[in-house]
């Protein structure tokens, strides 16, 4: 097995696994707030961030797991941060919406439809003027439908600055729509990049479901504009996971299963048909059939991942609260006398 194979395998089953383990903690109660997850989608964080350098920036959207564990965050301090403890990244105060790590090159995430788009611009500006580093800016397809999304599209060509805006669209069809699952966009485009593209920024779509595509995909457009050649889209097509619905995560079928890409299948229905688009079942398959990996290797590097997302856990757990002095540190005035 080659360390490429190792590691990308390692790095998708580590946002698998993460994010289990984060619906696992919330139907025990320990996790009181809303959350998202990035099931389904890991191909792409994987991919995305290994064509990154550490002087790049990155900026994300409310399903921001993935992206954090794919740029390298230590899975403990996420947690403790969701779970709102001392030990989290922020100290427990942005939660799992805002979740960050500067030290990673991911100085913020936002929680608003759209809303990363001008910082992750604002930040290629800077990028542009210190003459080191790019900006990638991740947003779903309902980010299209916001005026962010075209005042930072105009602003970024017009001063060339170094950015890739990844749209993720996990869109579900309109026929396929049910209640309690987010609503996608409603764009009059067939094609996103056709809107990108009239802008005159160079756009194309890759397959969310293959990693090889996409790690091509990427390496060439982050080398496209660290290289002086302005913005660029890509439109990433990706499927919805069955269980990212509107009120809380679920797990249809249970957690994911190696032996569902050995031909098991789950004992839900829309788990089978989602299998098909499923880029860490896919990529398994591809590697097996290669010859690049066996099921001993899979289970051994699983395992080391199920243990590191237990370590983590409890990391999160043992955390203290924040002490209520803390409400008052990182604040922009100091606290006033009582009237």
Request: with cysteine.
């Amino acid at each position: 097995m080659s360390a490429n194979v190792s590691s990308n395998l390692a790095a998708m089953l580590k946002i698998r696994r993460f994010e289990e383990q984060c619906i696992a903690m919330a139907r025990a109660g320990k996790l009181p707030g809303h959350y998202h997850v990035y099931i389904g989608q890991e191909a792409t964080a994987v991919a995305a961030c290994a064509a990154l350098k550490p002087e790049d920036f990155l900026f994300s959207t409310w399903r921001n797991h993935g992206h954090l564990l794919a740029r390298g965050a230590s899975p403990g301090k996420m947690l403790a941060e969701i779970l709102g403890r001392s030990g989290g990244y922020a100290g427990g105060k942005s939660g799992t919406l805002h979740l960050s790590a500067n030290d990673l090159g991911m100085p913020t995430t936002s929680a608003l439809v759209g809303g990363s788009l001008p910082l992750a611009t604002g930040a290629a500006l800077a990028c542009k003027r210190q003459g080191k580093g790019i900006a990638v800016a991740f947003f779903g397809d309902a980010g299209l439908e916001e005026g962010a999304f075209y005042e930072s599209m105009i602003i970024a060509q017009v001063w060339q600055v170094p950015i890739l805006f990844v749209c993720e669209n996990n869109s579900i069809p309109p026929k396929d729509r049910k209640r309690g699952q987010y609503t996608s966009s409603t764009l009059p485009a067939q094609r996103l990049g056709d809107v990108t593209q009239s802008l005159q920024i160079p756009s194309e779509a890759v397959d969310g479901t293959d990693l090889t595509a996409m790690e091509e995909c990427f390496k060439r457009l982050t080398a496209e504009v660290r290289n002086g050649g302005g913005p660029r889209f890509v439109e990433v097509c990706c499927s919805r996971w069955p269980g990212n619905i509107m009120t809380w995560p679920e797990l249809p079928g249970g957690d994911w299963q190696i032996d569902w890409a050995f031909g098991g299948k789950p004992d839900v229905d829309a788990m089978v048909a989602w299998l098909s688009s499923d880029p860490l079942s896919l990529y398994l398959k591809k590697q097996l059939a290669a010859g690049a990996l066996d099921r001993t290797q899979i289970e051994a590097i699983d395992a080391a991942v199920k243990k590191e997302m237990t370590g983590a856990a409890q990391f999160a757990l043992d955390s203290a609260f924040p002490e209520a002095s803390e409400a008052y540190r990182h604040v922009f005035a100091a606290q006033e006398s009582a009237l």
